[in-house]
């Protein structure tokens, strides 16, 4: 079957640097998303990776090793406002996204 | 960027009616639209999968008689909650996606939500 694991909830501190981890099982891979949800909202598109390595953006990178079925998200300068929930999500071969459950990411000042 | 509508927000409905739910894709052709569903605290729950101009693709669970689905246009899909009860108030969102790639990008645009609660 198909599955997405990533942590259930996390907690940082402001200004500090927080790696959330993502593994994928899918049947055929075609790149890996990471989504931004705060409460209440829909979610909102923070990056893509494809191809092995990391892709930096401002105060977030995300990682991706695809032999080992492997993803992070790294958000740098911690702000109050990075707390949400963060989703992972596979392309399958159909090009159907495949969600994880999400990480809720809470921030301490 | 590409921006998706959904329209209402919010609706508090009566049970045994019904309510229609509209998504919207306001700069860009949506070949496919996706419907879900989340409950607290939970991830995003597929419901459907709908292309424009032919039936919806529903996932296994969801009851298409209940939960029906149009996408007439390459820019509107509706989503209407038949003889809604308590248990169907959620948080329905839609996404859409252009199917033009570059490369193999399939990013799905999301819509705000919309917040159903059945009394």
């Known amino acids: 079957g198909q599955n997405i694991d990533q942590p259930t909830e996390m907690t940082a501190t402001e200004g500090a640097i927080v790696q959330i981890n993502c593994t994928y099982q899918?049947?055929?891979?075609?790149?890996l998303f990471w989504y931004q949800q705060h409460a209440g909202e829909a979610p909102t598109f923070l990056s893509y990776?494809?191809l092995d390595g990391l892709e930096e953006k401002g105060r977030f990178s995300s990682f991706l090793s695809r032999s080992k079925g492997y993803s992070y998200l790294l958000l740098k300068e911690l702000q109050m406002k990075d707390s949400a929930s963060y989703l992972c999500?596979?392309?399958?071969?159909?090009?159907?996204?495949?969600w994880g459950a999400g990480t809720k990411l809470i921030i301490k000042p | 960027g590409a921006v998706v509508s959904q329209h209402p927000s919010r609706v508090i409905c009566k049970s045994g009616t019904s309510v229609k739910i509209e998504c919207r894709s306001l700069?860009?052709?949506?070949?496919?639209m996706f419907w879900y569903r989340q409950f607290p605290k939970k991830s995003l729950m597929l419901m459907a999968t709908?292309?424009?101009?032919?039936?919806?693709?529903?996932e296994q669970g969801v009851e298409k008689d209940k939960f029906l689905i149009n996408h007439a246009s390459l820019t509107l899909s509706t989503l209407t909650v038949t003889s809604a009860h308590p248990e169907d108030s959620s948080f329905y969102i839609c996404?859409?996606?252009?199917?033009?790639?570059?490369?193999?990008?399939?990013?799905?645009?999301f819509g705000p939500g919309t917040r159903l609660t059945v009394t």
């Open positions: 899918t049947s055929g891979f075609n790149g």
């Open positions: 990776n494809v």
């Open positions: 709908s292309n424009e101009g032919s039936k919806a693709t529903y």
């Open positions: 999500a596979a392309l399958d071969s159909n090009y159907q996204l495949i």
């Open positions: 996404s859409a996606r252009s199917g033009a790639t570059s490369g193999d990008f399939y990013e799905q645009y």
């Open positions: 700069d860009f052709q949506a070949t496919t």
